[in-house]
């Protein structure tokens, strides 16, 4: 079967998902902005990237050329009846997760699973998530953590890409999530500390939610206002690629985003901001203290790294672990095949 995937939007992070995929299906991936294309092509060469801004305008075209069609957002409903009324189509959309997390308990954000034709998930922990959430979905395949077999094929390119950081200083990852609407973000409430806390002999590193700055600018520039004329702070803006980034890091700073999921498999030591709300991905750090200063607090010891460990194998449930298997597990949810392996 034909497939293809697609970026549709501003929202150029959910390619360090699709990209890779597209890769691993050796299927073409459609943008529709020139940012998200350039972003593509620089960062994702492996990829045969194209650029589709008129998408409406090329659907008889996408109905006569693919059978199935995966995209990192939610499909709407109405997309099926499209293809099917015009185009005579029966056309399959797959969705792609775009990170594990265990947001989704205070407020309905995985409530649209349960409308897409099929969607893959990394592993049993997502699978629990829609049971306890009551969400069922038509079809489902697991898939494990491809991006990281994505990364492992082509690291030295994406160690390239990386900031060329002082290794003999200790290095700090702080990736907040945005303010979505389970409100899980810490970076307004507690960036500033992070920054201007940050002691000589530290490298700072800050993956921000890309959606912090698009949708709350100006609070966002008054922070990276506070990263002038600190050559040890790396603010990562419009830079995809997550692996490159967590493999420079010691240590973990974080709050629900998915990115902390990606950093159990390295087994390092993670911390987190206190929350109101904490998940099983808490489990696998330690808390900070607000009362007293932040970085005295970060140790190197890593107590917790079989929590880690368990954590990490539940989330992303081993479907393979060679390239081949895992395009292989693609194509069978695109014959209508449900199936954990």
Not at 62 to 68: P, S
Not at 130 to 136: S, T, Y
């Amino acid at each position: 079967m034909r497939s293809a995937a697609f970026n549709t939007g501003p929202d150029y992070h959910l390619l360090d998902h699709i990209a890779p995929m597209a890769a691993l299906l050796q299927c073409p991936l459609f943008t529709t902005e020139p940012l998200n294309d350039e972003l593509a092509r620089r960062y994702y060469p492996q990829v045969e990237t194209r650029y589709m801004p008129d998408l409406e305008r090329h659907f008889r075209e996408i109905a006569e050329q693919f059978d199935v069609l995966y995209e990192c957002k939610y499909w709407q409903p109405h997309l099926k009846m499209l293809f099917q009324t015009l185009y005579r189509k029966e056309m399959k959309l797959i969705f792609c997760p775009h990170g594990q997390s265990d947001k989704g308990y205070q407020a309905p954000l995985l409530a649209p699973y349960a409308l897409q034709d099929a969607v893959l998930v990394y592993g049993s922990l997502m699978l629990d998530m829609l049971q306890e959430l009551g969400i069922a979905v038509p079809e489902y395949q697991i898939v494990g953590n491809y991006r990281w077999e994505f990364y492992q094929q082509y690291r030295p390119f994406y160690d390239a890409l990386a900031p060329q950081i002082d290794r003999s200083k200790q290095t700090l990852l702080y990736a907040p999530t945005w303010c979505d609407l389970d409100n899980a973000s810490s970076y307004f409430q507690q960036g500033a500390r992070v920054i201007s806390e940050l002691p000589h002999d530290w490298n700072l590193i800050l993956k921000v939610h890309p959606l912090l700055k698009q949708r709350t600018p100006a609070q966002f520039e008054s922070l990276a206002a506070l990263i002038e004329e600190r050559p040890n702070v790396y603010l990562l803006d419009a830079f995809p690629p997550v692996y490159p980034i967590l493999a420079l890091a010691d240590i973990y700073l974080g709050d629900a985003s998915s990115v902390g999921y990606d950093f159990l498999l390295f087994e390092k030591p993670m911390y987190f901001f206190p929350t109101a709300h904490p998940g099983r991905l808490h489990t696998t750090g330690r808390t900070l203290d607000l009362a007293k200063p932040l970085y005295p607090q970060l140790k190197r010891d890593n107590p917790l790294a079989e929590a880690q460990r368990a954590l990490y194998l539940r989330a992303y449930s081993d479907s393979g672990g060679k390239m081949n298997r895992f395009c292989k597990s693609f194509k069978q949810v695109t014959r209508g095949r449900t199936s954990i392996e």
